[in-house]
């Protein structure tokens, strides 16, 4: 059964299956790259109308829409493409391993190591909650560089969540932490 969410983003929502739907952790597809879109499940739900980026997660995946399309249309196709999937597939949409952003350099020094850390227990799982995703990009100079996938993208408060929310946590637990930027 699929079960959906509001979002901080109006134009976001959140599908939360019972089925695992990525065994390789929070994956973003956005509809300008589906050309290049391998996953039939991902390419099909990017060509349905108003459907501009899809998240993927362990157990959700986000949708966010164009303000032209209303979630009354949208959602019960996103909710029937999701069960048709799961009715012919017992396997996760998502499996394939892919490469990470982080260059092996960067995983050996502690500060990275800990700002890691701080996102991937602290602020990840809260940003999940809302649909999205945030992924670590680099570290330079006390500044990091962050990108919010997901609802969060394009989100009216994302904005305050990176200042307020993210910024804040890493200057806490990270001395050498100074600002967050998105990417």
């Known amino acids: 059964m699929i079960q959906t969410e509001v979002t901080p983003n109006p134009e976001s929502l959140k599908f939360l299956s019972e089925n695992v739907i990525s065994t390789i952790g929070t994956e973003e597809f956005q509809k300008t790259d589906v050309k290049k879109i391998e996953n039939p499940f991902i390419r099909e739900l990017l060509n349905f109308k108003g459907v501009e980026l899809v998240l993927l997660s362990k157990n959700f995946l986000s949708v966010k829409k164009t303000k032209d399309v209303s ?3 949208l959602k019960p196709m996103v909710i029937s493409h999701l069960n048709h999937y799961f009715e012919s597939n017992k396997d996760p949409i998502l499996t394939k391993d892919k490469l990470k952003n982080i260059s092996s350099e960067e995983t050996k020094d502690e500060t990275v190591k800990k700002i890691m850390d701080v996102l991937d227990t602290k602020i990840r799982p809260a940003v999940a909650r809302d649909g999205g995703d ?3 990009k680099s570290f330079e100079k ?7 996938q997901g609802s ?8 305050m969540t990176l200042k307020q929310g993210v910024q804040n946590l ?4 990270v001395k050498e932490v100074n600002s967050v930027e998105a990417n």
């Open 71 to 73: 979630w009354n249309d």
């Open 134 to 136: 945030i992924k670590f």
């Open 142 to 148: 006390g500044v990091v560089k962050v990108e919010l």
């Open 152 to 159: 969060c993208s394009g989100c009216p408060s994302s904005l």
């Open 170 to 173: 890493l200057k806490h637990y």
